[in-house]
Nanobody, 115 residues
Framework: QVQLVESGGGLVQAGGSLRLSCLVS????????MGWYRQAPGKERELVAV???????TYTGFVRGRFTISRDNAKSTVSLQMNSLKPEDTAVYYC?????????WGQGTQVTVSS
């Protein structure tokens, strides 16, 4: 069974940066799209960034220009570089597929941005 392990979160001041990593226990080579999701307290989980197998990326409007998603198929990792962080980016961040069947969710990594 595929396992997802997210890491790299932490506490950062507004304007700061963090880099999140997701290690997938199985191969992601055949996965068409991988994504980063986030869930803020009291809110539903939302998809914020997607990267397709050939490297095309898409972002939701509120992170576009600040976040960059990347993937390394050989290492089965997906990363999220987050710059110019805002307090409203505070959430637990998860990675998972962004097309087809979801893998079991990992524990996520907490990102807290102070104002």
């Amino acid at each position: 069974q595929v396992q997802l392990v997210e890491s790299g979160g932490g506490l950062v001041q507004a304007g700061g940066s963090l880099r999140l990593s997701c290690l997938v226990s199985g191969s992601i080579f055949g996965v068409d799209a991988m994504g980063w999701y986030r869930q803020a307290p009291g809110k539903e989980r939302e998809l914020v960034a997607v990267i397709f197998k050939r490297g095309t990326t898409t972002y939701t409007g509120f992170v576009r220009g600040r976040f960059t998603i990347s993937r390394d198929n050989a290492k089965s990792t997906v990363s999220l570089q987050m710059n110019s962080l805002k307090p409203e980016d505070t959430a637990v961040y998860y990675c998972n597929t962004a097309s087809g069947v979801l893998f079991p969710w990992g524990q996520g990594t907490q990102v807290t941005v102070s104002s």
